[in-house]
Structure formats: C-alpha cells, structure tokens
C-alpha cells in the first residue's frame, strides 16, 4: 500500500484507539443526527474505517500491536491488542457490520441505526481489548446496546428483552468477579490471556462466558430474543454476541477438556428442539447453538489444527448463518411472518431469495464448495486426529442433523413445501445486495483453487501440514452423509412421520425461569401481598411515628426551631464557654 | 501556575508593595464618599468599580504571594510587635479573594436587586455599608495584629446589622433577626475581644505571631491562656455559626435584602472561620492540651451534632431561604469536623469546603434572589413549575444543588470527598459515615425542591398557566458564574486544592 494511504502514520493517536471505539462514536453520534441518510452513511462508513484502521495498524510480521495503555491506580489497562488471534474477529466483525448495514439500508429507524453501531463497535473493541476489564465493559455494551434490537421487534418482544439483559448483565458481572479473582492470583495482572480452571476466577469467568457462547442449560436467552427481535435485529443479534464470547473462550480456555464434551453436547441437543420448531427464526437459533456447539469443542480440542478450525468456522459462520437469517428475514418482510405453517411456495415470487437462501442452507450442511465445507472438516479431523471418537460421532450426527433441520427444512417450508397462495414481490435491491455478498463470500471462501487458501492465511496457529479439504474420500464421505439426511427427510416425508408443521410454542431449559419462575413469583408476590396487609398497621404506624417525632422536633413548628430569644442564645454562650473553661481546666 | 505569574508582569509595583494597605483602605475610604452621594446610580457604579479593583488587587497578591511567600507589609513604618502589621500568607491569601470576588458577584447581582427591594434613597447608604462590610472582612483577614482583628471584626459587624435591618422594606421581620443578630453579634465580639485581653495579659504583645512564639515559649501558657482561648473559641463560634450559636443566622439569611444574605452566606462566615483556623492553629497550637481537648470535644461534637441536626431541620423547612441557612449550618459543621480532626489533610479539607461552600451557597442564595424577583417566590411549595418558568435560574439552582449534595464533578464532591478520606486515614470512621448520612440528607431537602420544580406544572394564576419568564441578565451572569466554578472546581481541583493543601501545610508544617 503506498504510504500516503496509511492514515495511522499520519495521525500517530490512532495508533493507541481501539478502533472499535470509533464505530461506538459513529453510533452516539447517530443517535443524535435526524438526517437517515446521513446515519445510513455512518452505517457503513464506520465499520469500513475500522476494519481499514485494523488492517494497518496489524503488523503480519510482528506478534501483536499494543495500544492505548490506561493506569487506574494499581490496575493497567490495554485497551488495544492486535494479534494474530484476535484480527481475525476484528476483520470479520468490521465486514458483518457492513453487510448487516447494507442488509438494513431501507430501515428508517435512529435507535436501530445507532444501537447496532455502537453494538457492533462494542464488539469490535471488545476482541481488540487487551484486557479484561476493557473486555467486562465491552461484553456489558453488547448486552445493552443490543437489547433496543430486540426491543424494536414490538411489543411482545418487551418481556423477552428484559429476560435478555438480565441474564446478559449478571454474564458480565460474573466476567468481573472472575476476573478480579483472577488477576488478584496472578500478582494483579489484568492482561486477557490464558486463564485456565486452576482458580474459582476462571470457573466464573467459564461460566460467564458459557451464558454468552450458550452452553446446553445456558442456552436459553438465544432461543427466547433472537426470534423475537425486529427483521434487522436478528440478522445484527446473530452475528457478534455469541461470536465475541468464542473469541473469549479461545483466549482463555483453548484446550480446556471441558469443553469437549460441553461443546458435542451443544451440538447435539438442538438438533431435536430445530426439528419440531414452528417459527423459522427460533429454528435458526437453534441451529446456531448447534454451530456454536462445533466451535466449543474445537476450542476444548486445542490443538492448533483445531483451533484454526475453529477461527475458519466462526469466519465462514457469520457469514452463511447471517445469510440465513437475512433471507428468512426478507421473507418475513413481504409475508410479515416467519412461521413454518404459514409459508411455503415463495420460490416462484422471490427466486433470488431463494437462491440466497439454498446457498446459505449449503454452506451451513457443508456442502463441497461452499463455505462450511473445508472449516468443519477441520474441526472433525482435529478430534480424530486426537482419538476423540465419541465426540467425533456426536458431531457427526449434528452434522446430519443441521443438513436435516437448516439446510432442507429451512428453504423446504420457506420457499418449497405445499403453496401458501402468497405472491408477494422480490425481497429489496439492499437485501438482494447483502444477501449477494454473503453468498459469493459463501462460495469464495470455500473456493478449492485459491479460495480457502485465503481464509487460511487468516489462521493464527502454525500448522504442520495445511489440511487439504477436497480429497476424494473426504468429499465422497461428505456427499454420503448429506444424501443419507436428505433420504431419511424424504423417507419421514412420504411416510408422513416428519413431525408437520404447527403452532406451538417450545419451551425447553427455559421452562425453568419462565414457567417455574413466573409462578414462584406470581406465589411470592401474593405471600408478600398478605404479609404486607398484616404488617401495614405496624409499619404505618412506626413509619409515622417516627416521622411525626421528627416533625416535631424539626420543622420551623418544631421544639428545635422555636424562636429562640436572644436571652436564652445568650444563657446557651455562656453555658458552651463554661464547658469551654471546665475542658481547658482539666484538660492533662 | 507560572502562566498566571505573568498577570503580576501587569501590575503596577505600588500595588504589591502596599496592595494589603490599599485592599482594606479603599473601601474604608470609599464608604465614607459613598455615604454622601447623592446619587444612587452613581453609587452602584462607584461600588462596582471599587470591588473590581479590590478583585483584581486581591488576586494579585495570591499570586504574589505564591510566588514570593509570606508578605509582611508594615503599617505607616512601623516594625510589627510595635506597630500594625498586614500579613498575606498562604492561609489568608485564597480567603481574600474570595471575599473581594464575592463582593464583586454580589454587586452585579445587587442592580437589579436593590432596585426591587431597597428605596431609592437608601441605596447609597446601602452601597455604603455594604462597602464598610467589606473592607472590615478583608481587614480582618488580612491584619496581623490580634486587636486590629477585633475592631475591624466590629466594622463589618456593625454594617452588616445595619445591611440586614434594610430588609424591612420587604419583611418586617428583617428588624427583629437585626436586632437578634445585634445582640448575638456582640456578644460574640465581646467575647472575642476578652480573649484578646487576656492573651495580651498572658503574652504583652498584641502581634499574632509574636503572640504564637511567646506562647510557645511558656509551652501553653498558664489558665490565663486557656481562659483567653475559650473566650475566643467561643466568640468566634457565635460569629460563625457553630450550632448551637447559630439561632442568629436562619432569621438574619431569611429577612435580609437578598444581597445581603448571598454576600453574608459566603464571605461572613468564612472570615470568623479564618479567624479559628487563625487563632487555633496559629495562635495557639493544638500540642497544648486544652487546645486539643478544645477541637475535639466541641469542635467536632459540636460541628457534627450540628452537621445532622441543622441538615434534618432544612428538611422541613417551608421558607426556601431559611432551608438554605439550615444547610449552611450544617456546612459549617463540615468544616469545623474537618478543623477539629487536625490533620493536614483534614484541615486543607475543611479549608476546601470554606472555599467551595462559599460559591456554592452564594450562587444558591442568588438563584433565590432571582426567583423573588420575578415571582416573589419565598416558600419551597412555590417552586413547582420553576423548571418551565425560569429554566436556566433553575439550571442553575439545580448544578449548585447538586453541588452542595456532593454528587460527582461538582465542587462539593471534591471537599466531601477529601474531607471523608482525611476523616477515614485519621481512623475516623463514625466521621465518615457521619458525612455520608447528612449528604444523604442534604439529597432530601435539595431534592425536594428539585423535584417539585421539574416534575409539577406551573401554577395557574386567574386560570392561565404561569409563562416562562427568566431572570435579568445581570443576575444570571453571577449565578452561573457561581454555577460553572463549582464545575470546574470539580472537573479540575488542582488549584484549589493546593491552594488548601499549601493553607494547612502553613498551619500544621508539611506532612
């Protein structure tokens, strides 16, 4: 690049700004700027600096760039760290910014505009923070700039918000006890790096991000918003939160056993939940805890060939998972609705869309030549390669099963299936845009001649031999599998034991605080109802009592305001300056 | 600071060589010519250029003194045990510009004030008065010698009884707090005055510091000593209102001409409390047993008996202004908790919360002024609406009010905040929570008022919704002038926080 380009040697500040905090700026000006056009600008503009910014600022030759050092009393704080790790998520989240905003271009809308900026930001500086309070307050903004998303999906999306943010909120105060207890065993060194399960600190931190990255029983804020949010949300949701909290548990927890069996779990249990569901949405939410799932025992694996599987994964699915979600929500933005039962036959009124859509449900079954393909294979081989067999076929079987859930049922009932009658008109020039990048990058990022090579050089760990994805047995393996789902969903199908279409809303782990919780409240609040009635004479009384007493004694009626004649203030000089004299008398 | 040094490049030599003799001379001076002028708006100019110079005079001789250390300008020649000496040491120098700073904002606040509330012909006696106020509080301040202290002591207590009795064109009230602050007053200076006679007994010298090393010389002193510095203390203590001696102050803050209460509120006080940290400190020495048994007993008993009482009696109060004296009461005590702990760094806390308190408290009382000049509001129910019909006087009320609470990056935070850490690494920790509880309560009385300003509709007056109508300029310049310095103080305490650091570094020797 020639010189005159590199703004950062320019202005040398920015060498020491994180540049999410750009993206975060861009968005708190946005919230104040009534021109849409001019927010639309920031939209795109501010991710595209910021991933401008991370490419010069990152050194390929050197390990890491620090920046923007803080000293709070005894604490320091890195607020920048560009490595070879977390580059990767500052590129990738810089370039889901920009199809997110291109997605929303035809969105009017301030606080969507401004709380996916400063969401987006957030997560940016979030991955490039080098420690781990600047991470504790990022992972906090994430959570509460991202709630306004949800919150704009209406009315019955209030209740699911709160929920949201509550359990977002104690995620991040559970990162900094973690971390305070943490850095206080290391001798009160804040830098994130590798933390480990030796201490209470990192079984917190685990947990806290376990909620975000959704461990089985953790799961259930994903489920519960990510549908309910407005068309735009979803598409912003899915794409940095859970991603930020792979990031963490790469950087802290690579290698930890745990997480294998955490993640073939995660990877298995939804499989059953996406099959029943109803609602499209919840299905690819679903579907995304699954793809988490494979992310979570890669990084438990720990070897370097999974680990940069694990960063070719959570690349490719951002993109193919975003994919998804815009081409369901550009459905729901002709039809209005997202439901299974209510679809169906769309292929005829929006053919691109549908494209859009197959090449995501591909990329996400890890077709050959689409974007999974040669990340999950990776992940696979890894477990293999470490003798990992029960996991392996754990993972094997969610594979078969996102085939059977995201990649056919998803554009079967959308798109195929019987007609719904719905002729509505092609999805928007922006969406077909977003959704056009998302699957060339789709396709690219899979290429076999000088496609995949790229993603690999994105890779942060050294390998011993780079893993070649298209060999023969390995794409006949893969088609196998792919077919045998598609067998079996043709099998249930004409047999008519696919499990059809309904209304119905599935509750899982959930039920726990949803159900349960609501009733204890419910039950609590009606002994607290009774208590208080019992109660109120006693307290009213006190409570006034004590007030009155008050009153008397201090309001300008009161014995203490009494107008006091300059006689007694003099008898009360006199009597101070005696108290005065005895103290100087006896005084030692 | 060494930027700021350069302001002294601009002042003429004369000044700063008998700047002390000239910041106590010319409003002297000037009272008397005011006292037979004529004209009323002659006189409004008169005493506005008069308390810019001294202004200007004042803030040149910190500077000065910064710069150069402690000044001892003798009186007509005269070397000091004999004569008069003007001293400007570390301790005094930030006092005299506040009080010459005050004096200023107060008479720009004073015309449209007096305008309302004082007739026309009064006006230039008022100035007048006003003037020998001044200058008996600069005086005090600024002399060296423990007699002169008394007799200017007396000058601005005269005038101020007489400033505060012109208040009965408003309220006849004002004539009965005059008179209870006469007495009062006197007695207070009676007292002190009988200190001084007995420390010139004990001592033969009417020179403060000659007085301090004569002192230190007998170790203390003999029961002479310790009868003087009751007498003192307690004199003192009436002057400025230390709590249960403050009965003068609610009635003399609530009837008084309103420029009257804000020039009081944050300079008459203070000056006695220089006084203290003068005479117990300096003077005397807190080694001596009395007179640390002196601090800490009624000192600091009295001060936080004080800080809780006065604060629960500002709660319900129904006369805004008397609310505000309350508090002010309750600040004293503040100040007086942070004297009696006797730290370094509890003394430049208290030192602080003079400083601060004196901004914050004027600029509040100017907020009332301006509320009874537009509405005749007195009562704190009337203030329902005020956030719509005078935004920016009520903005202004409100940062200031905040500021008094104590809420961050305000000037009040920043004393509250050193005087709590002072009162903690001394061990005190009932202090601490002491500070915490009547900030809480100086939330509710603040807080009253503010959410009855921001959350009521305006009242209906025949049926009409009252309309937006904002304070004259003239008195919303002051306001925010007060407003924006507790801000900044806030935001960037250096200054004034060496400023005290270095006051009670001179009082208490470093560390």
Request: with cysteine.
């Amino acid at each position: 690049m020639n010189e005159f380009f590199l703004i950062t040697e320019h202005f040398s500040i920015l060498k020491q700004i994180n540049p999410g905090f750009w993206v975060i700026l861009a968005g708190l000006i946005c919230t104040l700027l009534p021109i849409g056009h001019a927010r639309k600008a920031f939209v795109i503009a501010a991710p595209i600096f910021a991933g401008l910014l991370i490419f010069q600022l990152y050194d390929v030759n050197s390990t890491e760039h620090l920046g923007g050092v803080l000293q709070f009393g005894p604490v320091e704080l890195t607020t920048l760290r560009i490595d070879e790790l977390s580059v990767v998520w500052g590129y990738l989240f810089c370039l889901a910014g920009v199809i997110n905003g291109i997605f929303a271009l035809h969105e009017k809308c301030r606080i969507t505009d401004s709380s996916a900026l400063v969401y987006t930001g957030a997560a940016i500086a979030g991955v490039l923070a080098g420690d781990m309070v600047t991470l504790f307050v990022m992972w906090e903004l994430t959570a509460i700039s991202s709630v306004f998303l949800i919150w704009k999906g209406g009315d019955h999306a209030y209740a699911a918000g709160i929920r949201y943010l509550a359990i977002h909120v104690l995620s991040g105060v559970m990162l900094l006890a973690g971390a305070v207890l943490h850095a206080q065993a290391n001798g009160g060194d804040f830098m994130f790096n590798d933390i480990g399960l030796d201490s209470p600190g990192g079984w917190l931190m685990l947990l806290a991000m376990g909620i975000k990255v959704g461990f089985p029983g953790l799961h259930m804020w994903m489920q519960d918003a990510y549908p309910k949010a407005s068309i735009t949300g979803t598409v912003i949701l899915a794409s940095f939160t859970t991603k930020f909290a792979v990031y963490a548990l790469a950087r802290g927890f690579a290698g930890a056993d745990i997480l294998i069996w955490i993640g073939a779990i995660m990877t298995c249990f939804p499989v059953f939940f996406a099959v029943v569901e109803n609602d499209l949405r919840r299905v690819l939410a679903f579907s995304l805890n699954n793809q988490l799932g494979f992310m979570v025992c890669g990084i438990g694996i720990g070897t370097s060939l999974a680990l940069n599987g694990v960063v070719g994964q959570v690349f490719v699915h951002v993109i193919f998972k975003g994919l998804l979600f815009m081409s369901i929500g550009a459905v729901m933005y002709r039809t209005g609705t997202a439901k299974a039962s209510e679809l169906g036959g769309l292929f005829r009124s929006m053919p691109f869309t549908t494209v859009a859509c197959l090449i995501g449900a591909g990329s996400i079954a890890a077709f050959p030549m689409l974007a999974a393909f040669v990340t999950k294979a990776m992940i696979l081989a890894a477990a293999v390669e470490e003798h990992l067999y029960i996991p392996f076929l754990m993972m094997l079987f969610a594979s078969a099963g996102v085939m059977e859930h995201s990649g056919i049922k998803v554009p079967h009932f959308t798109f195929f299936a019987h007609d719904s009658g719905r002729r509505v008109k092609e999805a928007p020039w922006n969406m077909l845009l977003a959704m056009g990048i998302a699957s060339f990058l789709c396709f690219y990022l899979a290429w076999p001649w000088g496609g995949y090579q790229n993603l690999y050089a994105l890779m942060p760990y050294p390998m011993e031999y780079a893993y070649k994805p298209y060999t023969w047995d390995h794409v006949v393996f893969q088609m196998q599998l792919l077919f045998a789902a598609i067998f079996a969903f043709t099998l249930l199908k004409r047999f008519k034991l696919y499990p059809a279409e309904r209304r119905a809303e599935i509750l899982d782990a959930d039920w726990m605080y949803r159900r349960m919780g609501l009733n204890v409240a419910i039950w609590g609040s009606a002994m607290w109802d009774r208590l208080s009635v019992h109660t109120s004479r006693i307290r009213t009384r006190t409570l006034s009592n004590v007030g009155r007493r008050l009153y008397q004694t201090f309001s300008p009626a009161g014995a203490a305001s009494e107008a006091t004649p300059s006689g007694l203030a003099a008898v009360l000089t006199a009597g101070l300056l005696f108290v005065v004299l005895m103290l100087g008398y006896f005084a030692r | 600071m060494p930027v700021m040094f350069s302001v002294l490049e601009l002042m003429p030599d004369w000044l700063l060589t008998h700047g002390p003799a000239f910041l106590m001379a010319l409003p002297l001076l000037m009272a008397a010519i005011m006292a037979v002028l004529p004209n009323k708006r002659v006189a409004w100019f008169t005493t506005f250029i008069v308390t810019s110079i001294l202004t200007i005079t004042a803030f040149a001789l910190a500077l000065y003194n910064a710069k150069v250390g402690t000044t001892i300008y003798k009186m007509g020649g005269w070397a000091p045990p004999h004569g008069i000496s003007l001293v400007i040491d570390a301790l005094n120098a930030p006092v005299l510009v506040l009080i010459a700073l005050m004096s200023l904002i107060t008479v720009v606040y004073a015309m449209p004030a007096t305008v309302a509330e004082i007739k026309p012909n009064k006006r230039a006696p008022f100035y007048a008065a006003f003037l020998l106020c001044v200058a008996g509080l600069l005086g005090m301040v600024i002399t060296g010698d423990a007699f002169n202290v008394f007799v200017f002591l007396e000058v601005s207590s005269i005038s101020t009884y007489v400033l505060v009795a012109m208040g009965a064109a408003r309220d006849r009230r004002a004539l009965s707090a005059a008179y209870n602050y006469l007495i009062l007053g006197s007695i207070g200076a009676t007292f002190f005055v009988i200190g001084i006679g007995f420390l010139y007994m004990e001592t033969g010298t009417l020179n403060m510091a000659d007085m301090a090393r004569i002192l230190a010389d007998l170790d203390g002193g003999s029961r002479v000593a310790k009868v003087a510095f009751a007498f003192i203390v307690i004199g003192l203590g009436l002057k400025l209102a230390m709590f249960p001696l403050h009965t003068w102050l609610p009635g003399a803050y609530a009837y008084a001409p309103t420029p009257v209460t804000v020039f009081l509120a944050s300079t008459a006080t203070k000056a006695a409390l220089y006084l203290l940290l003068r005479f117990t400190f300096f003077v005397f020495d807190p080694s001596y047993a009395y007179v640390a048994d002196g601090l800490l007993y009624i000192l600091v008993g009295m001060g936080v008996i004080g800080m809780v009482f006065a604060s629960l009696q500002a709660i319900f109060q129904t006369d805004a202004r008397r609310m505000l004296a309350f508090s002010s009461v309750a600040q004293v005590g503040y100040m007086l908790l942070g004297i009696g702990i006797a730290t370094t760094a509890s003394v430049a806390a208290g030192y602080l919360h003079l400083i601060n308190h004196a901004i914050i408290k004027g600029g509040l009382f100017i907020a009332l002024g301006a509320m009874w000049y537009r509405f005749g509001i007195t009562r704190t129910e009337d203030f329902q609406g005020l956030g719509k019909t005078m935004p920016l006087t009520m903005g202004a009320f409100t940062v200031l009010g905040l500021s008094l609470i104590g809420v961050p990056f305000t000037a009040g935070f920043v004393s509250k905040v050193n005087l709590a850490s002072a009162a903690a690494d001394a061990g005190w920790w009932w202090a601490v929570g002491i500070i915490m509880l009547t900030s809480i309560l100086a939330l509710v009385y603040i807080g009253r008022v503010l959410l009855l300003a921001y959350f009521q509709s305006p009242p209906q007056v025949n049926g009409e919704t009252v309309i937006r109508n904002e304070a004259p300029i003239m008195m919303l310049i002051p306001m925010w002038v007060c407003a924006l310095a507790s801000v900044f103080i806030g935001v960037k305490s250096d200054a004034v926080v060496g400023a005290s650091i270095r006051a009670a570094e001179l009082l208490l020797g470093a560390g």
